[in-house]
Structures are given as C-alpha cells and as structure tokens.
C-alpha cells in the first residue's frame, strides 16, 4: 500500500527518503530463536557450516533454495527438500529445520525505539518504506508490525521475485517511493552485504548494529 506524498517538507539537506530492512532493524533478528532450536534439538552443528546449508551464500544472490523460497518461487517444504542433499553432503545423519512461520514470530520482539523513529521521519516529510528479505510462510510480520501503515511502501522479497543484495529489489523499492533519487535516500540494515549492495547502486546507508542507537542517530541526522 502506498500514500501520496505528503506535503510536509523534510529538514535534511541530503536525504528525502529513508528504507528499513526489517528482522534485525525494527524488529529483533530471528538468530536468537534459531539457535534456541539447534541447541534443543541436541544434533552437533558446526556453525562455520550451517548457515551456509540453510541460507546459502550470504554475500550474493544465488538459486540456493533459500533464495528461491525468499523470491516466492517455492514452497517451505520444497526448500526443506531441497537443503536436504546439502546437510547430508555435508556428513550430517539429521538437521534442525528453521522455524515455521508462527513460531518465528513468537521468538522476535518488536524494537520500539526504531518504530517510534520511523514514524516520526515519515512524519516530518520523508519517503519511507520497508524493504525486507521474507518468505511467505511468515507473511504475518506484515500485519503484526502494522507495516502498511507505518511507512508508505512495503517491498517484500518473496511477493516482488527479488531479494537483497541485488540492485535490482533496491531500484524497484526507490521506484516505488515516487520522486526521490537513490542519491537522496538512506537505507538502514544489519548486514554488512546488503549495505554494500545498497552501496552499489548510489544509496546513501547507516549500518545498524544495535537498532536503539541506529534510531538515536536517525533522529539526529533527520529530525
């Protein structure tokens, strides 16, 4: 859902637009729950490994099923089948699955102080959307985050058949927002690839490692 542009002007000289990532940013990262789930399952997982099995390369854009299932081109399962091979290659007799989609949102907490900050920037006049890496199965942040009417555009990887790092899903999220340049808008994420794909293409980033600081520096340089 988009809304017309609204007719407050925004006080900084160099930004006109601002685009959050979600897990990670204005809520908390899925991780914590992740590694909740393998130490509970009780199966010895080599780390250096494992994110690669489920994730794929995490710098790039590939047709791991996990990049697959987060352009909306396949089904949970049909990733779960398909990262089989791979942990079996990988010398594994048995893998912890990811979480389904309602109990990754009952282990992700949503970040205040980040909410607050991107409802206030949208107020004082930016562009603002949320550009986020997700899958279908867990299409229920959307609703729990009110996200549609916390930001003007919402770009969902999975419903787009795009997904970060790829400069094409950053192009279409700035199409989106409607006037402003990609030389004039700020993109906030946790991981260091999605930065520098975001980077690649001419927008301006804040990497964000702790998101109550990251809303304490948005507020300063915007606000």
């Known amino acids: ?91 594994y007799s048995a893998f912890p699955a990811p979480p389904g989609g309602d109990l990754l949102l009952s282990g992700m907490r949503k970040i205040p102080e980040m909410i607050d900050a991107a409802r206030d920037v949208r107020a004082a006049g930016y562009r603002t959307a949320i550009l986020t890496n997700n899958i279908r199965e867990w299409g229920a942040w959307r609703r729990e985050w009110d996200a549609d009417n916390l930001v003007d555009v919402v770009v969902d990887s999975c419903e787009v058949g795009m997904r970060k790092p790829g400069a094409d899903i950053f192009e279409l999220t700035v199409e989106r927002l409607g006037g402003p340049t990609v030389e004039r808008t700020l993109f906030l994420d946790d991981f260091p690839w999605n930065i520098a794909g975001a980077e690649a293409v001419g927008l301006q980033t804040m990497h964000v490692t702790d998101p109550v600081a990251a809303a304490a520096a948005l507020r300063a340089r915007l606000l």
């Open 1 to 91: 859902m988009e809304r017309a542009v609204d007719s407050v002007v925004p006080v900084s000289p160099d930004i006109d637009a601002v685009i959050f990532d979600f897990a990670g940013v204005l809520s908390s990262s899925p991780g914590e729950l992740m590694m909740q789930q393998i130490q509970a399952s009780g199966i010895e997982i080599d780390l250096t490994s494992f994110m690669p099995i489920i994730m794929g390369p995490l710098h790039d854009d590939s047709d791991h099923p996990w990049h697959e299932l987060e352009r909306g081109r396949i089904t949970f399962d049909e990733y779960l089948a398909g990262i089989e091979p791979l942990w079996r290659e990988a010398g």
